[in-house]
């Protein structure tokens, strides 16, 4: 009787690690970031800066944007960074109507940006003679493995993405705004 017990119990120990394993070595979670600004512009006007993918000018971290296909889908551009980086870039999706761009990173230095399988939507929302601007942003971080280096881990993935966002978004703001 006793042996019959121990083998329960070693067979129920058992089941409980095997289904306590894949749950703790799951990989990485997707990140996101969104942010916002309002803009005392018009929605066209801001539509006409943003909505133009080959021109990233606007962003202070860019030195120079290179492109090609215009703003259709499919379009490429490499954004050279002020601090001699480079990301590359296409649009997934543009609807000049619902003012709303898609876009993917297809290249980048981890030591640029820690952050793989990148998607990003820009989107403007008329608010009458004003303007919302939203940034968002879905990624993982730089290293999909599990216990990576701080340096391309989550955190540092967001910390990465958050201020280009905000950056963007006030620069943008100032240009519109002509301040």
Do not use: C
């Amino acid at each position: 009787m006793v042996l019959r017990g121990f083998s329960w119990a070693a067979a129920l120990a058992a089941g409980i690690a095997l289904m306590m394993g894949p749950a703790s070595a799951h990989g990485p979670t997707r990140q996101k970031v969104v942010e916002t600004i309002e803009i005392n512009a018009p929605a066209d006007k801001v539509w006409a800066v943003l909505g133009n993918f080959q021109d990233f000018g606007w962003h202070p971290a860019i030195a120079k944007t290179e492109g090609q296909g215009g703003n259709e889908v499919g379009a490429t551009r490499t954004l050279t960074l002020q601090s001699g980086g480079i990301i590359k870039e296409r649009i997934e999706k543009i609807d000049p109507a619902k003012m709303m761009l898609q876009y993917e990173i297809t290249e980048v230095d981890l030591k640029v940006l820690p952050v793989t399988t990148y998607e990003a939507w820009m989107t403007v929302t008329p608010n009458g003679d004003k303007s919302t601007v939203e940034w968002k942003g879905k990624f993982y971080r730089g290293d999909v493995n599990n216990d990576p280096k701080p340096e391309l881990n989550d955190d540092a993935a967001v910390n990465a993405v958050t201020p280009i966002y905000k950056s963007g978004l006030e620069a943008l703001k100032k240009k519109l705004e002509g301040g």
